[in-house]
């Protein structure tokens, strides 16, 4: 059409035509822009804007775009397990007890400060068995630290409940919020088989001494069980809703090599695994337990922040624990660049939620 024909027509056909025009003559210039390019002549257009093609990322970059990641992290929630000694000889163990180092009280008090400084709301301490050393006062001195001095939202132990006495709930109660103890069975001579075996104790009618303490106490009482080949085909349902936990941590049978597995590993838990489709199974046999948590294998591998013996952060990315440098030599931001941490998979998991027991309004 003629510009000229434009006054014939009425207003708003007038104006249609123009904006088709000029669509037509923006068209065209971009293309002249794309076509001229290799000259780099200055050909800007308004609303316009040259993007260029992304390089390919390398091997390299993909683990400095990781590290860069892994270097924001916070370490919101740490498993400090501070020693690898146990009275138990549970066959799928992935922590097994290849040196008895504990750091010194101080060290280890030292350490904390700093997680707590780097963000740290949450600590667990595990083992190994906790209260082997020094008979819990250990732990317990560190429990009172972290709540009263470095006033932690949420302190917690996870144990095999055997070592626990009455006295140290006296002592040291007031300032845990969570203790979980490890039950996988609720029938002996499987508890036996799987190694939680301890002469003439009874490890499931100690479970339920250790429950009304925590009622006496005012602590949050978890169960922790670990799904494997001897305990997979049980019924729990009963016996976990009398004991009522707040939760009931529910893992699939992980192999760590060189821990449970494979050459120099002081367990061999290939007898104990079970498939994804085992585990589901269990699960929903006991869909209707309401404080159920389930972690399968591909959960738990990369969602935990983990601190060893020598306070070095364990990367499981590969199937194996390789330790970064310890907190205490390198500091906490540096050291956690090498954790193998997922924080959308912990987030995923529900490794945050209520842990202070102030918060859990709990009827003990």
Known sequence: ?????????????????????????RERLGALCWS???LSLPLPLPGWRRVSAPSPATPADRRREREEDDASLTPTSVNYHFTRQCNYK???????????FVLPLEEAKRGLAMLKEAGMEKINFS?????LTDRGE???????FCKQELKLPSVSIVSNGSLIRERWFKKYGEYLDILAISCDSFDEDVNILIGRGQGKKNHVENLHKLRQWCREYAVAFKINSVINRFNVEEDMNEQIKALNPVRWKVFQCLLIEGENSGEGALREAEKFVISDEDFEQFLDRHKDVSC?????NQKMRDSYLILDEYMRFLNCRNGRKE???SILDVGVEAAIKFS??????????GGKYVWSKADMKLDW
Do not use: I, N, W
């Not at 549970?90 to 008895?100: L, M, N, P, R, V």
């Open 340 to 349: 193998g941490f997922d924080e959308m998979m912990f987030l995923q998991r």
């Open 1 to 25: 059409m003629h510009l000229g024909a434009l006054g014939r027509l009425p207003l708003a056909g007038a104006l249609a035509v123009a904006r088709a025009v000029l669509s037509a003559l």
């Open 127 to 131: 083992g190994g068995e906790p209260f």
């Open 323 to 325: 330790p970064s440098k």
């Open 292 to 296: 159920l948590v389930p972690e399968s």
């Open 36 to 38: 001229l390019a290799p």
């Open 90 to 100: 549970c066959g799928f163990c992935f922590h097994t007890a290849k040196t008895s």
């Open 138 to 144: 250990f732990v317990g001195q560190l429990v009172q």
